[in-house]
């Protein structure tokens, strides 16, 4: 796909939903009792992963545009799959589904794309395991293909060595499952929250302590409306083009700002952009703001420790916006970025270097020099992240030639109208 330069962002893009809370709506919906309303639901192919497994368990679910309906009888309605349960590019689906699949008396078998594939499961697998599961899968449970027979589960008490929401989530769904006891999981720093704050929307108690949260088993989940608010991840693209691509001005509707998600807020902050957070709105289980973003002078900056679970998928466009800033960005603590849909550390750090940017490779992250002007006329690869593939398309919206970007609809996977939207605002 050809990628032409901006003189200029300028407008307003509504937001699509939040694919981590549209996945989880949609999942808790199905083991809950009764209609599920979701509103905003993103139509992103990994969301609609979400929704043909548990329609492959005999869940009725309508989409209709980005209002959805899952119509759920509880976990005793799921039924035995017939088929392979196919999670497609999502490691969102993986690693939640295992934890509720962990109190279901069935076997299913998951599998996914060569991505999927490659992405470590043992941190999901290891805890099941200890709560009473039987689960395996390629090299002792770490990778897909898996397989996972339910059933009576025991409550644990888990140490994390990694801030993943998808870990705490797993075993917080699993830990729904056993017959009263308490599990409870510790994070080394908190990781984002929607399944807590979403299992209270169906009904259920969630006790949150510092960086330990705990669930008591035996509770049922009751039906609940839920409006999805836009995906600050998404967002972070136009944020970001916002700020550095010169004669820009954006606004961005009712997106997400969870504390815990908000991160890239804050690095913006810190990187002097000007922008304004206005209409916030907290009646609802998840906050929501519009976000306004003009072109500005930035400056490097160092991220790293708690801030890195706020902002982890934010990571490549950070690094782009790294290149536009006056002095040097250090970004550590990073090293989970290798195990996500590519090792973002080596695909950003290819891809940007072929732009002309001044950035290296580190254990735990990167280290970019600013500014440097961006050159095109080459050939870029999204190497099959969502992520990837948008932070290049903003980079090539400052190339005075054009660029080629390889597997360009990876960014289907969470952003479908992305072309749609930029296209719309670029001048
Ligand atoms: O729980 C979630 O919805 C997600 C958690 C994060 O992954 P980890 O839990 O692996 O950090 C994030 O990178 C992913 O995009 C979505
Ligand atoms: C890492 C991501 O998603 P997942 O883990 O669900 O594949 C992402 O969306 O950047």
Redesign the pocket.
């Known amino acids: 796909m050809k990628l032409h330069s901006s003189t200029g962002l300028q407008g307003e893009i509504h937001i699509p939903g939040d694919?981590?809370i549209s996945?989880r709506a949609v999942m808790f919906g199905s083991v809950a009792e009764g209609k599920t309303v979701i509103t905003n639901f993103l139509n992103g192919a990994d969301c609609l992963s979400t929704i043909s497994c548990f329609k492959k368990m005999g869940v009725d679910i309508t989409v209709d545009g980005t209002n959805v309906e899952v119509n759920g009888k509880g976990f005793e309605g799921l039924q035995e799959p017939a088929d392979i349960l196919d999670v497609g590019n999502s490691?969102?689906t993986t690693?939640?589904i295992l934890g509720l699949l962990a109190g279901t008396p069935f076997h299913s078998c998951l599998i996914g794309d060569e991505s999927i594939a490659k992405r470590p499961m043992k941190r999901v697998t290891e805890p099941l395991k200890q709560m009473g599961v039987s689960i395996d899968g390629r090299d002792h449970g770490n990778f897909t293909p898996i397989s996972i027979r339910g059933g009576s589960l025991r409550g644990i008490t888990f140490k994390s060595n990694?801030?993943?929401?998808?870990?705490k989530?797993a075993i917080l769904l699993a830990g729904l499952r056993t017959e009263g006891e308490l599990t409870s999981v510790t994070e080394p720093h908190k990781?984002?929250d929607?399944t807590e704050r979403m299992l209270k929307s169906f009904g259920a108690e969630v006790e949150e302590n510092g960086l330990t949260v705990s669930i008591k088993g035996g509770q049922a989940l009751k039906a609940a409306q839920i409006e999805v608010p836009g995906d600050i991840?998404s967002a972070a693209f136009f944020l970001a083009a916002g700020a550095i691509v010169p004669n820009s001005k954006l606004i961005l509707r009712r997106v997400g700002i969870n504390p815990t998600r908000s991160g890239i807020l804050e690095v913006l902050e810190q990187m002097g952009a000007a922008i304004k957070v206005t209409e916030v709105e907290t009646a609802s289980f998840e906050p929501m703001a519009d976000l306004e973003i003009q072109t500005s002078d930035l400056k490097g900056t160092t991220i790293s420790g708690e801030l890195i679970?706020k902002l982890?998928?934010e990571i490549p466009i950070i690094a782009l916006m790294a290149t536009q800033a006056e002095g040097k960005t250090i970004i550590k603590d990073a090293e989970?970025l290798k195990v996500?849909e590519t090792n973002r550390i080596d695909t950003v750090v290819h891809e940007l270097k072929k732009l002309g940017a001044d950035i290296e490779a580190t254990e735990d992250g990167m280290i970019i020099n600013g500014k440097k002007p961006l050159t095109g006329g080459v050939e870029v690869s999204s190497h099959g992240d969502h992520r990837i593939g948008m932070m290049l398309s903003i980079a090539a919206c400052l190339t005075e030639k054009t660029v080629e970007l390889g597997q360009a609809e990876a960014i289907n996977v969470s952003y479908p109208g992305f072309f749609n939207d930029l296209a719309r605002v670029s001048q």
């Open positions: 694919k981590s996945h490691g969102t690693r939640l990694v801030a993943s929401a998808q870990v989530s990781s984002r929607h991840s679970p982890i998928d989970e996500k």
